[in-house]
């Protein structure tokens, strides 16, 4: 089982930037496509990015692409989402995980606010 910690959300203001990071423990995490999914106030949890183990290939929801940038280093164990001109909508807990379910267990997430 992979233990996955999410970092780097905060308050910002429209038009701002965020870098999220997902540090995940374990010697497994180089095999599998990541992604990133949030979940905003009342809705369900939604897909937002995925990035292949290789991080060769990337794939974005619609509303996001043009803006949001997913990485990942395998040496690190780590993966990231660089988020800019950040939208009210945007607003929500971010979590990472495998893009394919079964997924691992969720992490706590980090919350990201974006004001206007």
């Known amino acids: 089982q992979v233990q996955l910690v999410e970092s780097g959300g905060g308050l910002v203001q429209v038009g701002g930037s965020l870098r999220l990071s997902c540090a995940a423990s374990?010697?497994?995490?180089?095999?599998?496509?990541m992604a990133w999914f949030r979940q905003a106030p009342g809705k369900e949890r939604e897909f937002v990015a995925s990035i292949r183990y290789s991080g060769r290939s990337t794939d974005y929801t619609d509303s996001v692409k043009g803006r949001f940038t997913i990485s990942r280093d395998n040496a690190k164990n780590m993966m990231y989402l660089q988020m800019n001109s950040l939208k009210l909508e945007d607003t929500g807990v971010y979590y990472c995980?495998?893009?394919?379910?079964?997924?691992?267990?969720w992490g706590q997430g980090t919350q990201v606010t974006v004001s206007s």
């Open positions: 995980n495998k893009r394919a379910e079964p997924h691992w267990t």
């Open positions: 374990g010697r497994t995490f180089s095999s599998w496509d």
